[in-house]
């Protein structure tokens, strides 16, 4: 990477390099464990005119989106927080029989099911062919396509203006974030609204949360660096909204910038407070790469323990960010021997790089390990209530980030 793909500039300095790894959701089918797999560089850099973080870009979305392994509805929670946020939205904009909301990247409808319960026209526009197909079969109207500035004045010409374009999770996995904000922009009204989510950098940082650096990741905002990237297509942050998606998210509030006017308080209190964390110059970024190697050790050093203890470990989840945390820690099927996932399509494979077979869930109570380790820890209180029955043989949870946790269930 020489130029920073938001400013241009040249000034990049390394944050954390995890080494190289497979692109996370490349699943393995049994029949390719014997096949090359190919790996990629993994180095996190801040450019230090407009911060933005950023890995170069080794993958094209195309390869990674056209079929796609994540169904966002096998997360009770996540689709409990996207019909809260349909709810709160509708409140706050008016939303009625008369709207038109689109959202980007719309996965298998988790979002605009609830938009469509509420009479209110919407449609997704989903690169996945096969989740594009689930939303589909569940009644949520989806075109498969990526965004472009010409993907969505076509959609505004055959719709008409979008009162509400949402787009959660995917601002930081388009490479071409000027276009990508450029589309967003063609497919709002002039006076509509345009709600981003997207992971904090701050908390990233501040958390160790390292194993949501993944190739399909390409950028990682503040609000500092999301407000020139907004500004880039056209739109102006009005609004943000600290969550605790995904370990700490943020939702940023934006409309064309003709139609903005002043941002709310809320803008300027997480500005300072990014400020204050030293993310606005090089000393906030300084610490993160050794934080990140105590990670690797105390998780390799339980895992290594308990093998020499013969106390069994098994994994729960075969998220993306999992993937980033097992082939940087180097963990194999010696020390993990499965994990399980509720999502039937990664039943029967194997994880990117470290090989490990995903199971169903079902499988833990059947041979009742001694530990669990969770990897998709950003859902902690949802999976400590879902595997209380863990308790029932003595079996404990343990969490690897912010830091290594044991912990004891009940039910």
Not at 222 to 248: F, K, M, N, Q, W
């Amino acid at each position: 990477m020489t130029r920073c793909r938001l400013c241009g500039s040249t000034a990049l300095e390394s944050v954390v390099d995890l080494g190289a790894t497979p692109p996370c959701e490349s699943f393995l089918a049994a029949e390719r464990l014997d096949a090359p797999e190919p790996t990629y560089p993994l180095h996190l850099r801040v450019c230090t005119d407009c911060w933005l973080a950023q890995i170069p870009p080794l993958i094209t979305p195309e390869e990674t989106f056209s079929e796609y392994a994540y169904f966002s509805s096998y997360s009770s929670s996540w689709v409990e927080h996207a019909r809260v946020f349909v709810e709160d939205a509708a409140a706050r904009l008016g939303l009625g029989e008369d709207s038109f909301v689109v959202e980007v990247a719309s996965n298998d409808g988790y979002l605009l099911r609830h938009v469509v319960d509420r009479g209110v026209r919407c449609l997704g526009v989903e690169p996945s062919v096969n989740v594009g197909a689930a939303a589909r079969e569940a009644g949520v109207p989806t075109l498969t396509a990526f965004l472009s500035p010409e993907t969505g004045a076509a959609v505004r010409a055959e719709h008409g203006p979008a009162d509400l374009v949402v787009a959660n999770n995917v601002y930081a996995h388009i490479p071409d974030v000027i276009g990508f904000t450029k589309g967003l922009r063609a497919l709002v009204a002039d006076d509509g609204w345009v709600s981003v989510e997207v992971q904090h950098l701050l908390t990233l940082i501040e958390e160790n949360q390292y194993d949501t650096i993944y190739h399909e990741h390409f950028q990682y905002y503040t609000v500092a660096s999301a407000i020139r990237a907004l500004a880039s297509g056209g739109l102006t942050l009005v609004d943000v909204e600290l969550l605790p998606t995904h370990g700490g998210s943020l939702r940023l509030w934006a409309r064309p910038e003709e139609a903005a006017g002043e941002p709310g308080r809320r803008v300027a209190d997480v500005l300072a407070r990014e400020k204050a964390a030293g993310l606005q110059e090089l000393s906030g970024y300084t610490e993160f790469s050794a934080r990140v190697a105590k990670v690797r050790r105390d998780l390799l050093r339980f895992l290594v323990d308990a093998a020499e203890e013969g106390r069994t470990v098994v994994g729960y989840g075969a998220p993306g960010k999992g993937n980033t945390l097992l082939n940087h820690c180097g963990i194999r099927p010696d020390l993990l021997p499965y994990t399980v996932d509720r999502n039937p399509y990664k039943h029967g494979r194997y994880t990117p790089g470290t090989r490990i077979p995903v199971l169903p869930p079902e499988r833990i109570a059947a041979d009742r390990p001694d530990y669990v380790l969770v990897l998709p820890w950003n859902l902690r209180a949802e999976l400590v209530e879902q595997l209380a029955y863990v308790h029932e043989w003595g079996g404990r949870l343990v969490f690897p980030i912010p830091e290594l946790s044991i912990v004891e269930v009940e039910r």
